[in-house]
């Protein structure tokens, strides 16, 4: 089974501060990572994924195998940057379907 | 594109009532997901259709809960009865696998 886990529920940091959320996944096969990002009541956006190996609003990831982690960076946060933001894991096994985290909640301080 | 659309933005109703809730995917997206978002459980996946086929209902929480996926433009999903419980947001979502799936605003849905 996957299974995707952000340990943190609440992250505060002020502007200007370096942010990581972090995010664990358990898969048997080869995954594929996303980050999701929800701003206050708006719909979920792509962030990023592992294998576009970009840095989108200053954010970045790296896929971890040994580890199994994907955690989600920025060395400055902005107060933009608050928003709900979800790890997810895509199975070809399962026909592509996403397997979320809980979710971490960013609030960036002035 | 205007993305994935979904109808109603927000339904308020009163437990008991059949609730419909409609979904437009992406044109040319193959699959159709449909997921409930608490804050008590976060994100959950209730079903999914590839090419109008529905493939995993594990996530459909009873049998009150049904989806129907017509034809490659639009699906629904439908609770009857409906049941305080079910308030949530719902969200659609479509995607032309293996690429990234693009969510709708969702449906805000309080049952009273």
């Known amino acids: 089974a996957q299974r995707v886990t952000q340990p943190e529920k609440l992250l505060s940091v002020f502007k200007g501060a370096p942010v990581e959320l972090k995010c664990n996944y358990s898969y048997s096969g080869s995954p594929e990572l996303f980050w999701y990002v929800q701003y206050s009541r708006q719909r979920l956006q792509l962030l990023l994924r592992h294998i576009s190996r970009e840095s989108i609003k200053g954010f970045t990831a790296d896929l971890n195998k040994g580890e199994t982690s994907f955690h989600l960076k920025k060395p400055f946060a902005q107060e933009e940057d608050s928003a709900m933001y979800y790890c997810a894991l895509q199975s070809k096994a399962a026909g592509n379907k996403l397997t979320f985290g809980g979710g971490t909640r960013v609030l960036v301080k002035p | 594109d205007a993305g994935v659309i979904q109808s109603p933005r927000h339904e308020v109703t009163e437990m008991g009532q059949e609730v419909t809730l409609r979904c437009k995917p992406i044109?040319?997206?193959?699959?159709l997901f449909w997921y409930r978002q608490t804050m008590m459980r976060g994100l959950e996946l209730l079903i999914y259709f590839n090419n109008n086929v529905p493939i995993d209902d594990s996530g459909m929480p009873e049998d009150r809960f049904s989806a129907k996926m017509p034809n490659a433009s639009f699906s629904t999903l439908k609770i009857q009865p409906s049941e305080p419980r079910d308030s949530a947001v719902y969200f659609c979502?479509?995607?032309?696998?293996?690429?990234?799936?693009?969510f709708g605003d969702g449906t805000r849905l309080s049952i009273l």
């Open positions: 044109s040319g997206h193959n699959s």
């Open positions: 979502a479509s995607s032309l696998v293996p690429q990234p799936q693009h």
